[in-house]
């Protein structure tokens, strides 16, 4: 299979009043066709702005991409004109964002907002944009979806509306969709319906997805892949089976640790990460794990380790990666 | 009929939200019926876990059993007493027993005061302390909970979240309280600092012998803080068990479909698990379905579900379920 998506370097800072932060630190990976990636983090790892400055959709000022390469279908998107690139964000690249209603327009119907899309990068007329509209969102789930056509968001339940703006970024046929945190704010039972719902889209479309959350639970049934990122860096990467049975970055196996499983025995401790996450404007020189750190050497604190590759597609940047070698993460 | 064993005692609780039409004249015109007729007991000691989805009334039900907002009916027993025939000194009084912790430390904090303020505030009301003795006793509880003492003379907006939640659970604790409502506690922070505030709960429990309300929606964290879990579906309790029995054998249709949604962060196990998927969403309510709540999503759905309103029967020790399907099930037995 070949590269759909190729990052190289990604760098991306936000210049304030306070100093600049520095979200994305020169960040690397590749997405082949068809494939799920998994990007987890917590707040402030840069998981969004990584995603985002894909997308060119980073607000400047106050933020700029200062250096890198997102190469799409061997394109650079970083040199391509502004109208190339909305045309590409329409019909190449979607994007679908953790709060539904904040992302559609309460004044439009669900209707116009689908239909806008499909004339806009399809060319269609109105007959067939409204056709191509209520087979969408019959394809997204949505019961009666030509009776709703003509309903306004605020007559749609939060899972309804991720729906909606998946039926939306999927209009035009994407190669790749960006989920940022899609079901951090809705309920489990409907979380499990949306993620039922892109799993049975992917096998009918065969489109990549990139799924960007702080769950590490969602993406074990759903990735193939996954990056763990933590201060703008990616820690570790990993195809998701050995990512969960073998994790070698401390933060990782911390991550892990945190949290309550369901099937764990009875009177297992969690083992928290201790600490606070990183103030991205003063980030520490070497590693910004490193104050976090149980294993933290001088060196961690001096100087950040590179991500090199620790076994096939296992991508590892720890300086004292020795130490954790056959670590549980509940067993610490 | 008085067991030492019981610190609280909630029988039938409800509480309405009235819907009026009309600014001048406002006319009655419904209500959303946030908690209906719930019964609960909390022992003396315990963490009693209450879950659900958004909306299902469980955090209405943490605020109305403190009375901080009025019950429209039922009973609320505190060690004996009658919390809902207190006048409003009495009840003041008993606030020093019953404390809460919030959801949101970014909200529950008032930006203008110092964390000493904050902590030192239900001291000053209480007359417990002042002056020296006060600053004392406010270092104590930020040392308790792993906070250094000097950041008392700092604001709130200088913490990040892990830290707010923290001087949440100081400030809660400054009266040695008995019974603390923990109102989703965690479900604003990052998953590292979960587990910190999590395990400092556990730790202080332990310490200080406190009695925990604990309501969230992350099932996987109720199940590892509680010892009894009660699962809540449109303003009613439909399970009430042992946190083993009803994780390893949930007989409610609502609770079997809930943790089967769950993921588990484990992709060898997630690609073999099979799926309980519920269909549609929660009703609204303020126009609840008849019968059973649960029976327009319900598999299992049976014609009397639609029409008859199931009791919540106790099915084996200790362990109650509200549905016709295990009545049923009783009576062939």
């Known amino acids: ?332 | 009929m008085k067991d030492e064993n019981i610190l609280l005692q909630v029988r039938n609780l409800k509480k309405y939200f009235p819907i009026t039409r009309g600014v001048i004249f406002a006319r009655h015109v419904g209500d959303t019926k946030a908690v209906d007729g719930v019964s609960f007991d909390i022992h003396r000691g315990e963490t009693l876990g209450l879950v659900g989805e958004s909306g299902c009334g469980k955090t209405t039900t943490g605020r109305t059993l403190l009375q901080l907002y009025k019950p429209t009916g039922g009973s609320v027993t505190y060690d004996g007493k009658d919390l809902m025939t207190m006048n409003a000194r009495e009840l003041r009084h008993m606030r020093r027993k019953l404390q809460i912790i919030f959801q949101d430390p970014y909200a529950s904090l008032n930006p203008r005061l110092t964390v000493g303020s904050i902590v030192g505030e239900p001291l000053e009301i209480h007359h417990i302390a002042s002056g020296k003795a006060l600053r004392e006793r406010v270092s104590e509880l930020l040392y308790l909970v792993g906070l250094r003492p000097d950041f008392i003379s700092r604001y709130p907006h200088e913490f990040s979240g892990g830290q707010r939640q923290r001087i949440g659970i100081a400030r809660a604790l400054a009266l040695d309280p008995e019974f603390i409502v923990c109102d989703e506690p965690i479900s604003a922070l990052d998953v590292s600092i979960q587990a910190q505030v999590v395990n400092l709960l556990e730790e202080l429990q332990e310490k200080l012998g406190l009695t925990y309300l604990f309501i969230a929606h992350d099932l996987s964290m109720v199940q590892h803080i509680s010892d009894r879990v009660a699962v809540m579906y449109l303003g009613k309790i439909v399970e009430l068990a042992d946190r083993n029995a009803l994780y390893k054998e949930p007989q409610h249709p609502y609770t079997q479909a809930l943790l089967s949604a769950v993921p588990i962060p484990d992709p060898v196990i997630e690609e073999k698990r099979q799926r309980i998927v519920l269909e549609g969403d929660v009703p609204s309510p303020s126009s609840p379905p008849s019968g059973c709540n649960f029976h327009t999503r319900c598999r299992y759905s049976m014609p009397i579900c639609a029409e008859k309103e199931p009791e919540l029967v106790e099915i084996a020790s200790g362990h109650y379920c509200a549905c016709h399907l295990i009545n049923q099930r009783e009576d062939k037995a």
Not at chain 1, 17 to 24: D, E, F, L, M, T
Not at chain 1, 129 to 141: I, N, P, Q, Y
Not at chain 1, 238 to 248: H, M, T
């Open chain 1, 1 to 332: 299979m070949t590269n759909l998506l190729e990052v190289k370097g990604l760098k991306t800072q936000f210049f304030t009043q306070n100093g600049i932060v520095r979200a994305v630190n020169g960040i690397s990976y590749t997405l082949k066709e068809g494939e799920c990636l998994g990007i987890v983090g917590e707040s402030g790892s840069g998981k969004s702005v990584s995603v985002l400055s894909v997308m060119r959709l980073i607000p400047t000022p106050p933020g700029k991409i200062v250096g890198g390469e997102v190469l799409f279908k061997g394109e650079d998107l970083m040199l391509v004109p502004m109208d190339e690139m909305r045309r590409i964000r329409g019909s190449e690249i979607a994007m679908i964002f953790q709060e539904p209603m904040t992302s559609l327009n309460p004044v439009l119907t669900i209707g116009f907002q689908i239909e806008e899309a499909l004339k806009l990068h399809q060319g269609m007329d109105n007959e067939a944009a409204r056709e191509r509209t209520a087979e969408l969102l019959g394809l997204v789930g949505i019961p009666n979806a030509v009776e709703r056509l003509d309903d306004y968001p605020h007559q749609f339940s939060g899972g309804m509306r991720q729906r909606v703006m998946i039926a939306m970024g999927l209009s035009c046929d994407p190669a790749l969709l960006i989920a940022d945190e899609p079901t951090t704010a809705l309920d489990v039972t409907i979380q499990a319906q949306i993620v039922d719902l892109v799993k049975e889209l992917r096998k009918k479309l065969g489109m990549a997805v990139i799924w960007i959350t702080h769950d590490l639970g969602v993406i074990a049934g759903l990735a193939e892949r996954v990056i763990v990122m933590y201060g703008g860096y990616i820690m570790e990467e990993a195809p998701v089976k050995e990512l969960y049975g073998r994790p070698r970055h401390p933060y990782t196996i911390g991550l892990l640790g945190s949290l309550p499983r369901m099937d764990a025995p009875e009177g297992t401790k969690l083992t928290s990460v201790r600490g606070q996450p990183p103030d991205l404007v003063n980030l520490p020189a070497g590693c910004p794990f490193a104050p976090r750190c149980d294993f933290a050497g001088e060196r961690c604190r001096q100087e950040m380790p590179p991500l090199e590759e620790i076994a096939p597609g296992h991508r590892l940047a720890c300086w004292e990666k020795d130490k954790t070698e056959g670590m549980k993460p509940h067993e610490r």
